[in-house]
């Protein structure tokens, strides 16, 4: 069946690192690859979005990268911030579907 | 511009009572959604409308109705609540389909006793 997986354990790094955020998947064919930021008692926030033929994206201190023979999407924050912890979600959808799946998303906490 | 919200933000239910969540838009999307999120699970979706007039079940639409009422509003109901359905409830909007950007409401916490 289709899986994607997130780190469910909290990501805890120090401020001024960088974080990377791993999203993999299985017997999955994505055409599109969203990142999502959701802070607590809050509804997810879009971040980027990547295609099947682009190898990485981004965004001021935001990086993507998707590797699909690895079936995996890397998500890296530069110069991390407190203000960056957060929950972070990938989203997956393929040419065939039209619908969004998400990951359970990892929780990251960057430390004064 | 308020985006997308959602009333109630929070609602307790006994097992067997019903009740509508309602999701309003302010952006002219045509396509609106409908999902449940878990502790551990992600986001799943429950029901989606590509666009005004016509809805398709997602991946957990068992025990839930929708209603496209306007290009605007999307609601979603339980007929006869149970507590597995007690959860977080997040209605999202795009153009013009999901492989672009979802904006997402604040969510309803609905409890189910």
């Known amino acids: 069946s289709q899986k994607i997986e997130q780190n469910s354990e909290a990501l805890n790094i120090q401020e001024g690192k960088t974080a990377t955020l791993t999203c993999n998947y299985t017997?999955?064919?994505?055409?599109?690859l969203q990142w999502y930021r959701q802070d607590p008692g809050r509804g997810p926030v879009f971040l980027l979005l990547?295609?099947?033929?682009?190898k990485e994206k981004r965004k001021e201190r935001l990086k993507v990268t998707f590797d699909t023979t690895l079936k995996q999407s890397l998500f890296h924050i530069t110069a991390s911030q407190p203000a960056d912890s957060a929950t972070y979600l990938c989203?997956?959808?393929?040419?065939?579907?039209?619908?969004?799946?998400f990951g359970g998303g990892t929780r990251l906490m960057v430390k004064p | 511009n308020a985006g997308v919200t959602q009333t109630p933000k929070f609602q307790v239910l006994k097992t067997g009572q019903s009740m509508t969540l309602q999701c309003a838009q302010d952006m002219n999307h045509n396509s609106m959604y409908w999902y449940r999120q878990d502790p551990g699970m992600g986001l799943r979706l429950i029901y989606y409308?590509?666009?005004?007039?016509?809805?398709d079940k997602g991946e957990v639409p068992n025990g839930y109705n929708v209603s496209r009422l306007n290009k605007r509003e999307f609601s979603l109901r339980l007929e006869s609540a149970a507590p597995s359905q007690t959860s977080v409830y997040f209605c999202?909007?795009?153009?013009?389909?999901?492989?672009?950007?979802?904006?997402f409401g604040p969510g309803t916490r609905l409890l189910v006793l």
């Open positions: 999202a909007s795009s153009i013009p389909g999901p492989r672009e950007t979802q904006y």
């Open positions: 989203a997956l959808v393929s040419n065939a579907g039209n619908m969004l799946t």
């Open positions: 990547i295609r099947e033929n682009e």
């Open positions: 017997n999955y064919s994505p055409a599109y």
């Open positions: 409308s590509a666009s005004e007039g016509t809805t």
